[in-house]
């Protein structure tokens, strides 16, 4: 198994990585612990306003206070596959009617804005969350999005989407949610991603952000990031 593995992972005492041994060996995977406003996943990063490393029940993680807070790493961890999954665990604030749908993961080219993909949330007043996943090419774009499908705020969760032959499909705590067909096309070496909102400084993330992580393979449930006792 091929598995880049960048960031102080001594706190991860508690961390269950489920079928890595599973995972053929030239399959790229990037994980990425939260933990640094230096650097994050061995690359130099940019910080936009004041978020701050905290100390969590899981180590170390970053929180962003929704007021301009974001950090953006100089790197596409999507590189040119074209089958992915994307994973992030979070604790995202109860703070409806402030900050209430956050792009808290953007990965695009800055000077491509054509080609994208963010994880968001959208809050809602009743101290929940729902799930959008967008994806967008020149050749289509979709938004996995259900305002039923509710989560509770101020808890760790861990969300997902998988890209493989246009069928884009999106998790929540280990369970699919929704499904559709999109036309993706790499991003390319100049992408970057931007951490806690989008890169053009709007729709601000109010929680806490501990691990990403990216394979260049679709991965089923069972062998998603999780934590002990997150969900």
């Known amino acids: 198994m091929k598995m880049i593995i960048n960031g102080t992972m001594g706190a991860l005492l508690v961390l269950l990585v ?28 940019t910080v936009i306003g004041d978020p701050k490393v905290v100390q969590t029940r899981y180590g170390k993680a970053v929180t962003f206070d929704g007021d301009g807070d974001r950090i953006q790493v100089p790197h596409n961890p999507l590189g040119d596959a074209t089958e992915f999954t994307v994973e992030i665990v979070f604790r995202a604030n109860d703070v409806y009617p402030d900050n209430w749908e956050p792009r808290f993961l953007h990965i695009q080219d800055p000077e491509n804005p054509q080609r994208r993909i963010t994880i968001e949330l959208r809050l809602t007043d009743s101290g929940q969350w729902y799930l959008d996943a967008f994806i967008m090419s020149e050749l289509s ?29 999106s998790y929540v705590n280990g369970v699919e949610e929704l499904s559709a067909e999109v036309d993706y096309l790499p991003i390319g070496e100049r992408g970057m991603t931007s951490i806690g909102g989008r890169m053009n400084d709007v729709h601000w993330f109010n929680g806490d952000i501990l691990t990403i992580r990216v394979t260049h393979r679709v991965l089923a449930p069972e062998e998603f990031v999780v934590f002990e006792d997150l969900y």
């Open 18 to 45: 489920y079928g890595c041994m599973l995972i053929p060996e030239q399959v790229e995977q990037v994980a990425w612990r939260i933990d640094s406003l230096e650097t994050i996943g061995g690359h130099p990063v």
């Open 141 to 169: 774009n979709y938004t996995l999005i259900d305002a039923t499908l509710l989560h509770p705020t101020e808890k760790w969760a861990h969300a997902a989407i998988t890209f493989k032959d246009r069928t884009f499909t």
